[in-house]
């Protein structure tokens, strides 16, 4: 698992607890263009210079923003399946590259952000456009 897979899975947390304010919110909308263009894009953008890629980074920046809109939509898309396991298999698939040994790590990333989600529909949405967002930090115990 990368940085970038952990920041990408937290603003996708994000984006869903915003998604959950209903489609005509123009707030949320604002909000979450301002945080993946003004934060996340940037910082995705300064990894790669970071990495000593200085040719073809648009090209790099199209591939990470194609893979994150598509690896939202598969956590979305489990996260609505009546299967439990579903996001657990789509964790495995796209964070640890279909890598069995990494099963038990997929489970456990699943029941994280399972955990994450059900805090932060409790977490007023002026709290998380004050970025006030607290993660829990004890994977181990989420249930």
Not at 65 to 91: M, P, R
Not at 114 to 125: A, F, K, Y
Request: hydrophobic share 40%.
């Amino acid at each position: 698992m990368t940085t970038h897979h952990l920041l990408a899975l937290h603003m996708w947390l994000i984006i869903r607890k915003l998604a959950w304010q209903g489609q005509d919110d123009k707030d949320a909308k604002i909000f979450m263009q301002a945080l993946y263009t003004n934060h996340f894009y940037k910082d995705v953008e300064r990894r790669i210079h970071l990495h000593g890629v200085s040719v073809h980074v648009s090209k790099w920046l199209k591939k990470l923003e194609k893979q994150f809109y598509g690896t939202c939509f598969a956590y979305d898309k489990a996260l609505v399946s009546s299967n439990t396991a579903d996001l657990s298999q789509s964790l495995l698939k796209n964070v640890y590259e279909d890598e069995a040994s990494k099963t038990d790590n997929a489970r456990l990333l699943a029941r994280y952000l399972r955990r994450q989600l059900s805090c932060l529909e409790l977490t007023d949405v002026e709290q998380v456009y004050a970025g006030q967002i607290q993660f829990s930090i004890d994977i181990k115990n989420n249930t």
